[in-house]
């Protein structure tokens, strides 16, 4: 059982250039969420979906985008890559709307933009 | 503006002492509260959920919610090296968003 599986674990990016951060979960959730994590700044959420095919955003979700096209598979897609965009991303599922049984997160994306 | 704060620390006990980490949060229609642990590098990992006023314990855990003051706090009894962490309060209103605190930065010295 491989929980919630991120990829890549690290990636530098060029200003401008695009790239997709996959995630992937094999617990059957139907909740999936994107967060990202900057230094002393706590986790923000991106976006997040209640099942295949639903997303909807989240506190901060400016230059990025989803899609849900099956239950385990929810990835996040940056265009035109900002030194902004630089933190720890984070996917999580929850069996519970709202988790309220609690995150299950993968092991993070480590970005960089320069 | 959903707010929820903690003190960044970092907060420094002595191993077998009693830790506690503190947290408040602005929204009066919070309905659950989380604590995650967080390891340098790693990613979070939930240690208690807490939904009702009151105690809930675990192990050397203890999870205190005052929802009259909105202050939501973690003991651990017996701290050990291994509990050397970032802490992170999490609190849910009805829906599916979360908001996490900064973290509470807690180092166990031997």
């Known amino acids: 059982n491989a929980g919630v599986t991120q990829t890549p674990k690290f990636r530098i990016l060029k200003i401008g250039q695009s790239m997709t951060l996959q995630c992937a979960q094999d617990?059957?959730?139907?909740?999936m969420y994107w967060y990202r994590q900057d230094p002393g700044m706590g986790l923000k959420l991106i976006y997040y979906?209640?099942?295949?095919?639903?997303?909807d955003k989240g506190e901060v979700p400016n230059g990025y985008n989803v899609s849900r096209s099956t239950t385990e598979d929810f990835p996040l897609r940056l265009e035109l890559a900002a030194p902004s965009q630089t933190s720890v991303y984070f996917c999580?599922?929850?069996?519970?709307?709202?988790?309220?049984?609690?995150?299950?997160f993968g092991s993070g994306t480590r970005l960089t933009v320069v | 503006q959903k707010e929820v704060e903690q003190n960044s620390g970092p907060l420094s006990v002595p191993e077998g002492a009693i830790a506690s980490l503190n947290c408040t949060y602005s929204?009066?229609?919070?309905?659950?509260f989380f604590w995650y642990r967080q390891y340098s590098g790693k990613s979070p990992e939930l240690i208690m959920s807490?939904?009702?006023?009151g105690d809930k314990e675990d192990g050397r855990f203890t999870a205190q919610l005052n929802k009259a003051s909105q202050y939501v706090s973690l003991l651990i009894r017996d701290s050990q090296p291994s509990d050397s962490a970032t802490y992170l309060c999490?609190?849910?209103?009805?829906?599916?968003?979360?908001?996490f605190g900064t973290g509470t930065s807690l180092t166990v010295i031997p």
């Open positions: 999580a599922s929850s069996y519970n709307e709202g988790g309220a049984s609690g995150y299950t």
């Open positions: 979906s209640v099942g295949a095919g639903i997303t």
């Open positions: 807490i939904y009702s006023n």
């Open positions: 617990m059957n959730h139907n909740y």
């Open positions: 929204d009066r229609g919070s309905q659950s």
């Open positions: 999490a609190v849910n209103e009805a829906g599916n968003q979360f908001y």
